[in-house]
């Protein structure tokens, strides 16, 4: 449904995103993850045909977005919840979209209390609505159309847990539906309970991606030797570099089973082997955004 093909920008000398591709399945919520100046609102607006790349290709739903015909029917988009017109109200805002996108105006008042927003702030203008109140709008406003696909940049700024915990429900039910996700967020915690896939972009370029299980599954093992100066003599015979926490434990990137066999051998005792899952997930994102992000 999204098919980004070697997507690059330069900006002068700057590589904002350089060679960039990957693709958005039916079905499925796409994590797009890096530290704030990655590339991914550039990467997002070049997939939107509001910037222009400087090499590479994107197409939603098999053509350029411009090429869409009514595309608020097709893709629904949030880039920057305070984009909407401040001096109008938040039923005028979503009454005007439905006008221009060719829908009757009735949908208005159930799409509003759907995300939350109820009769009273639907009357107010935007200008006095709240980040998290504006993000709400922008995501009213991305399905009001019925799309089946949504390209959202950092959906969860301004919203309170309760409000991240809500729209996680709201994307999973759409994508469970058979709609196609790709939202971008700099934490990986934030995405990480509603992401089928993730995508680490750092400095431009793409660090990794996969199946968040299968990402989950390679990162790493947690190890808590009896003798931290013995368990050296292990990772060298593994050929692997660990990563020390100051709780004793080590990150190992290496199986369970592997580590445990060649403990064995060595003779080092264990007290702790388990799969590092979320959190060696995210030292690993720290890892690659810290060194993919300094170029
Ligand atoms: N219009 C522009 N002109 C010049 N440089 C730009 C422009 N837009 C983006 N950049 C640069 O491109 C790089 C990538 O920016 P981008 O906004 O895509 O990152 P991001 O991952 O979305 O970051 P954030 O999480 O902070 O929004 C940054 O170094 C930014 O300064």
């Not at 958005?24 to 790349?53: D, H, Q, W, Y």
């Not at 009001?144 to 950092?154: F, K, Q, T, Y």
């Not at 989950?216 to 990772?235: I, K, M, N």
């Not at 570099?241 to 990137?253: A, E, F, H, M, Q």
Request: aromatic share 4%; with cysteine.
């Amino acid at each position: 449904m999204i098919a980004v093909e070697n997507l690059s920008k330069r900006y002068g000398d700057q590589r904002a995103v350089d060679d960039v591709s990957f693709t958005c399945e039916p079905g499925t919520v796409t994590g797009f993850l890096g530290p704030n100046g990655a590339g991914k609102s550039t990467t997002l607006r070049m997939i939107c045909g509001l910037t222009p790349p400087t090499a590479g290709a994107a197409t939603v739903c098999g053509v350029p977005y411009r090429r869409l015909g009514n595309p608020g029917r097709r893709v629904g988009v949030l880039l920057d919840a305070s984009a909407q017109h401040a001096g109008r109200t938040g039923r005028e805002t979503l009454a005007l979209a439905a006008m221009t996108m060719g829908l009757d105006t009735a949908r208005v008042p159930d799409r509003l209390a759907k995300v939350g927003l109820d009769a009273t702030a639907a009357r107010r203008r935007v200008r006095a609505y709240s980040l998290g109140m504006r993000q709400r709008l922008g995501l009213a406003y991305a399905m009001l159309g019925d799309p089946a696909v949504l390209i959202l940049d950092e959906p969860a700024n301004g919203l309170d847990p309760e409000g991240i915990y809500w729209m996680r429900g709201l994307l999973r039910e759409f994508a469970d539906r058979g709609g196609t996700v790709l939202l971008s967020s700099h934490l990986l915690r934030e995405v990480e309970a509603v992401a089928d896939r993730l995508v680490v972009i750092g400095g431009g370029r793409i660090l990794t991606q996969g199946d968040k299980n299968a990402l989950l599954g390679a990162a790493g093992t947690v190890v808590r030797p009896a003798d931290p100066e013995d368990f050296d003599a292990v990772l060298q015979k593994l050929d692997v570099t660990g990563t020390r926490s100051s709780d004793g434990t080590i990150l190992v990137p290496a199986e369970p089973e592997v580590i445990a066999r060649a403990a064995a051998a060595a003779g080092v005792v264990l007290l702790e082997l388990r799969p590092a899952g979320a959190g060696g997930l995210e030292e690993m994102f720290l890892r690659l955004t810290s060194t993919g992000g300094n170029r």
